[in-house]
């Protein structure tokens, strides 16, 4: 079993949908870290978050952390094709603990 | 500034056969990393080494070995070769960036053992 659940496992929508990603945990995390990787390319780190309750926003996503600091959503409005790629989620305490969920694969259809 | 490379990009190896990935960073962190990447599986951490002359292991260190050269390379080995090592492999590197360590990857290896 994964340490980190991500759901869905995969989601497609039109351009100009709203859409919500999950990562939960049964564990308290010191800080939550969001990525999104694209075909044939590493992970690229989107957004921590470190603060029970913590709201962060870039553009059109928003990332917000439980106040538990066990788990997190990703908001994305009017999505776009470009937004289309693998989100992973990803908590731990220090530089060498972090632990990835398994992610969700995003399409969004133009 | 090239951020995190790896080399090889794709390799296919025989059950036995031995091999080396090889990573390099330029942004001058401390921490290094390699992970394993499997469908359904996330992100696996292999080894980390936290600065130059230290390595540790990490969730699924068996099989492989690692190097960390200089501050700027750490390699990882596959000293004999088997079918549950095909993967894609990402070497990372971080920086602490307020409270948490900021990880940036390479473009990966796509590693298949027939």
């Known amino acids: 079993t994964q340490l980190l659940e991500q759901s869905p496992q995969f989601l497609s929508i039109q351009e100009g949908e709203n859409l919500t990603v999950y990562c939960n945990s049964s564990?308290?995390?010191?800080?939550l870290q969001w990525y999104r990787q694209e075909p044939g390319e590493g992970p690229v780190l989107l957004v921590t978050v470190v603060t029970g309750g913590e709201v962060k926003k870039l553009k059109r996503l928003t990332f917000q952390f439980g106040d538990a600091r066990k788990d997190s959503s990703l908001h994305i409005t009017a999505a776009q094709p470009g937004d289309t790629g693998l989100y992973l989620c990803a908590g731990g305490h220090n530089n060498n603990d972090m632990r990835f969920g398994a992610g969700t694969r995003l399409t969004v259809k133009p | 500034n090239a951020g995190v490379t790896q080399t090889p990009k794709f390799q296919v190896l025989k059950t036995g056969q031995s091999m080396t990935l090889q990573c390099a960073q330029d942004m001058n962190h401390n921490s290094m990393y390699w992970y394993r990447q499997d469908p359904g599986m996330g992100l696996r951490l292999i080894y980390y080494s936290a600065s130059e002359g230290t390595t540790d292991k990490g969730e699924v260190p068996n099989g492989y070995n690692v190097s960390r050269l200089n501050k700027r390379e750490f390699s990882l080995r596959l000293e004999s070769a088997a079918p549950s090592q095909t993967s894609v492999y990402f070497c990372a590197s971080s920086q602490l960036a307020g409270r948490s360590y900021e990880q940036y990857f390479g473009p990966g290896t796509r590693l298949t053992v027939t």
């Open positions: 564990s308290v995390f010191s800080s």
